[in-house]
């Protein structure tokens, strides 16, 4: 592993199912972050975790929960996906939390019919 | 409320200068980062500015005034690779990005 993977790479979803977007990163950083991106509209945070055994809500939480049991993994799930969950979804990484840069991984493309 | 405004799309000639603008309304301030999206790709970082001014990186340079709320990015000698989204960010006092919808670069030979 280099840097930051996600999985799958795209998933086609029915709605109500449960989801859970994988993500991991071996540069040991403290921080990771998910986002969505929607078209015409800017990256969003959904959850955060500064280092592992914390998280924290980003700008649109509901209906995701994640969790940080260690250091490298930080996944993302949707307990009942809705159409309105599809989006492409970012993982990233810092060093630290704050004005560090964020390492992204390739995204996962999700499809909720 | 918290606001990045860009452009949505610019068009430019290779071997051209591009700048692209960026203004902001935030809640707190703590930096504005500049980052690369190529299209189906993940974004890629390419500044870093807190302190007005210009940062100079080769090719990019980046231009803060937080007195005004606004940034640009500037791109010179341009490429046909350097056809992507430009997102422009601003770190919040909560230290949590806020993101603009990003500027399509079309470059045209």
């Known amino acids: 592993i280099a840097g930051i993977t996600q999985a799958p790479t795209s998933q086609i979803l029915a709605a109500g199912r449960r989801m859970t977007l994988r993500c991991t990163q071996d540069m040991r950083h403290n921080a990771m972050y998910w986002y969505r991106q929607d078209l015409g509209l800017g990256l969003r945070l959904i959850h955060y975790?500064?280092?592992?055994?914390?998280?924290g809500k980003g700008e649109v939480p509901d209906g995701y929960s994640v969790s940080r049991a260690n250091t490298d993994d930080f996944p993302l799930t949707l307990a009942s996906a809705v159409p309105s969950q599809t989006s492409v979804y970012f993982c990233?990484?810092?060093?630290?939390?704050?004005?560090?840069?964020?390492?992204f991984g390739p995204g996962t493309r999700l499809t909720v019919l | 409320g918290q606001n990045i405004d860009q452009p949505t799309e610019m068009t430019a000639t290779e071997g051209a200068i591009v700048q692209i603008n960026c203004t902001y309304q935030t809640s707190g301030f703590n930096g504005l980062f500049w980052y690369q999206q190529h299209a189906g790709e993940a974004p890629t970082f390419l500044s870093y500015n807190v302190l007005d001014g210009l940062e100079e990186k080769g090719r990019f340079s980046s231009f803060l005034s937080r007195s005004k709320g606004y940034s640009y990015l500037l791109l010179k000698e341009l490429q046909m690779k350097d056809s992507a989204s430009y997102l422009c960010a601003v770190m919040d006092s909560n230290y949590q990005l806020i993101w603009g919808a990003g500027t399509k670069l079309i470059i045209k030979p």
């Open positions: 975790s500064n280092t592992a055994g914390t998280t």
């Open positions: 990233a990484s810092s060093s630290i939390a704050g004005t560090d840069e964020q390492f």
